[in-house]
């Protein structure tokens, strides 16, 4: 039987008040990413990158924020199999979907040209910019809460 190490429930440190420089940069990067964009989309961006970096404390998080803002049970079942259920997300959704999953996964073969150009064709260059910016900030948010080990359920933010 193998033990998986990865699960302790003691996070590691506090983040935020051991780099608050660092934090309040993040928190600055990630509200000027979401600026302007559809809170919908900024939850399923975030909910996509956090199933891939397999982020429970993010994961947990931005679907409840999603359900809080009134998303739908069957879109947040959906997101992870998006692909599948095409029809419960629109066009630019699944071109943001597709785009998040190359950028998270940015070393399993860059980023694909028909993936770029299907974002380009459904996004005007300045959203799409907003929208790369809020994949970037997810992915490291995930980092952080797993590189200091945040617990899925706990009140405290990042």
Known sequence: MTTNTNTAAAPRLNFAKSAPKVFRALIGFDAAARAGLDPALVE??????????HCAYCLHMHTNDARKAGESED??????????A???????????????????LVADGGI?????????????EEELAQV???????????????????????????
């Open 75 to 84: 879109r947040l079942h959906m997101v992870s199999v998006w692909r599948e």
């Open 112 to 124: 694909p040209d028909e993936v770029y150009a299907q974002a380009a064709a459904r996004f005007e």
């Open 132 to 158: 790369l910016g809020l994949i970037f900030a997810i992915n490291t948010w995930n980092r952080v809460a797993l590189a200091t080990k945040k617990v899925a359920g706990t009140d405290e933010r990042v």
């Open 44 to 53: 399923l961006i975030q909910i996509r990158a956090s199933h891939l970096n």
């Open 86 to 104: 095409r029809h419960f997300f629109t066009e630019k959704e699944q071109a943001a979907l597709a785009l998040t999953e190359a950028v998270t």
